[in-house]
């Protein structure tokens, strides 16, 4: 069974569509936990209404260690209950019709299976331009340097081993960049790391909570991080 971790922030227009999307396009068993930071958010009432019209279980999580993206997501893969524990964003940005393929890796054994936009396949549709050269370049710098296996290491569209990430320090301190920590302490421990390629799209509703010059120092350190033990490791 999956757990679906969405951190939500002023989500009403949308989170009604993204849960038809996980009904057409998720075939595994599942649950979402819609995790919220107060009580005023306007997801919550929407989510109230309609959380019986759906054929799984939604459950509201409040985030208690914080307010903000990191936070957020950190409480919800705390509160999951399942072995697989797949992070996304409430905006649909997501094609949701790799999932299952991704489940099936997980099954196969692979610790972190990653959606990646920059692999033959994936694809990147509109956002703002700079972001989207920072994300490929790291990405596939990173890729070619360190042989990490998958070309999108910033995306925070993963699925996660629960186990994995319990034995895991998050040391996280900004916001996405949380993905990005998982994804090279576990490939630097040895985890098993799969890619599917996926395809992204500017969220049509609300305004994005991504504030890149703030998170890029955070980012910037896993990068790092990431070459850094590896090459200490092949000196060994």
Not at 33 to 48: A, E, M, S
Not at 65 to 83: F, H, P, V
Request: with cysteine.
């Amino acid at each position: 069974m999956l757990d679906i971790v969405v951190p939500v922030f002023n989500e009403a227009e949308g989170i009604l569509r993204l849960f038809e999307e996980i009904q057409n396009e998720i075939k595994t068993e599942k649950q979402v936990l819609i995790v919220y930071d107060f009580d005023g958010d306007t997801t919550v009432p929407v989510v109230k209404e309609h959380i019986a019209d759906f054929p799984f279980e939604i459950k509201l999580v409040l985030n208690t260690l914080g307010r903000g993206a990191l936070n957020a997501i950190k409480m919800g893969i705390s509160t999951a209950t399942n072995e697989m524990v797949l992070v996304m964003m409430a905006d649909s940005s997501d094609r949701l019709d790799v999932v299952d393929t991704m489940c099936n890796l997980m099954e196969q054994g692979y610790d972190i299976v990653c959606g990646s936009r920059y692999m033959k396949g994936g694809k990147q549709n509109g956002g703002p331009l700079l972001k989207g050269l920072f994300s490929r370049f790291a990405g596939l710098s990173l890729h070619f340097l360190t042989r990490i296996p998958t070309h999108d290491v910033t995306n925070s569209f993963k699925l996660y081993r629960k186990t994995m990430i319990d034995h895991l320090e998050i040391e996280s301190t900004g916001g996405f960049e949380i993905g990005l920590e998982i994804c090279v302490k576990a490939y630097t421990s040895g985890y098993r790391i799969a890619e599917v390629p996926s395809e992204w799209f500017d969220r049509e509703d609300g305004e994005s909570n991504f504030h890149m010059w703030k998170w890029i120092p955070h980012y910037l350190y896993w990068y790092f991080y990431c070459i850094i033990h590896i090459f200490k490791l092949k000196r060994k």
